[in-house]
């Protein structure tokens, strides 16, 4: 199977760096435990074949919420994998959860690195004045959307999602995040869909967790 794990940036940036949160964090999880920990994480997911649709096979993350101990393994493992002595990007300033799924372990992470949470949700959603970027979709176009005062010029910022599919949904999150001036550090995923290749469409370093229906059809969001 082809590897998903992280793609790194070739200088990541420093942790020490990466706002007024750092190092105040636990240390970092090694290697062992992060291997671990994607074991029973991978585990802890069910799929259940042709829903929403026939052809697709959707991937439940909601079991790994169901367990107090799933989920705080889940959080420490997405804190370990952002960790730079883990190849990952660093501690950012603020976290960015995509409309809806991001939304379950976004703030949790957010709180373990000592960062911000920013959500991006569908056109409308939002009150006061927005900033919007489009992306395709299977059949046709969507809109998201970020208020226009979340990200201050500079901030170090990640982007979360549940899974990468096609990367249209990620990439337009990328766009609002630029386009308030935000640094984008990368974008972490608990899974992803290989065959998609969806990372090719994002223009920062992309960190997944998990592999997941390298030759299957997945949720394609």
């Known amino acids: 199977m082809t590897s998903t794990s992280s793609h790194p940036a070739p200088t990541a940036p420093d942790a020490t760096s990466q706002g007024p949160a750092a190092g105040k964090s636990a240390p970092a999880a090694s290697t062992a435990e992060l291997?671990?920990?994607?074991?029973?994480?991978?585990?802890?997911?069910?799929?259940?074949?042709?829903?929403?649709?026939?052809?697709?096979?959707?991937?439940?993350?909601?079991?790994?919420f169901r367990s107090?101990?799933?989920?705080?393994q889940l959080i420490d493992a997405l804190a370990a994998f952002v960790d730079p002595t883990n190849g990952g990007p660093g501690r950012p300033?603020?976290?960015?959860?995509l409309d809806a799924r991001g939304f379950l372990f976004g703030p949790g992470l957010a709180l373990r690195l000592g960062a911000g949470f920013v959500p991006v949700r569908k056109k409308g959603k939002?009150?006061?004045?927005?900033?919007?970027?489009?992306?395709?979709?299977?059949?046709?176009?969507?809109?998201?959307?970020?208020q226009a005062d979340a990200?201050?010029?500079?901030?170090?910022?990640?982007?979360?999602?549940?899974?990468?599919?096609?990367g249209g949904s990620a990439a337009a999150a990328g766009e609002l995040v630029q386009k308030l001036g935000g640094r984008l550090i990368g974008y972490v995923f608990m899974l992803e869909l290989d065959f998609l290749r969806g990372r090719?469409?994002?223009?920062?370093?992309?960190?997944?967790?998990?592999?997941?229906?390298e030759a299957k059809k997945g949720n394609q969001e």
Not at 43 to 63: H, W, Y
Not at 68 to 72: E, F, I, L, R, S
Not at 126 to 146: N, R, S
């Open 93 to 97: 300033d603020i976290v960015v959860g």
């Open 35 to 64: 291997a671990s920990s994607k074991i029973a994480l991978k585990k802890a997911l069910r799929q259940f074949p042709d829903f929403p649709s026939p052809g697709i096979v959707f991937e439940d993350i909601c079991p790994l």
């Open 126 to 146: 939002l009150p006061g004045d927005c900033v919007t970027a489009k992306y395709a979709k299977e059949y046709g176009v969507d809109e998201f959307q970020m």
């Open 151 to 166: 990200i201050e010029p500079g901030q170090g910022v990640l982007v979360v999602d549940d899974i990468i599919a096609t």
């Open 68 to 72: 107090h101990d799933t989920h705080t």
């Open 200 to 213: 090719e469409k994002l223009n920062a370093p992309v960190f997944t967790l998990l592999s997941s229906q």
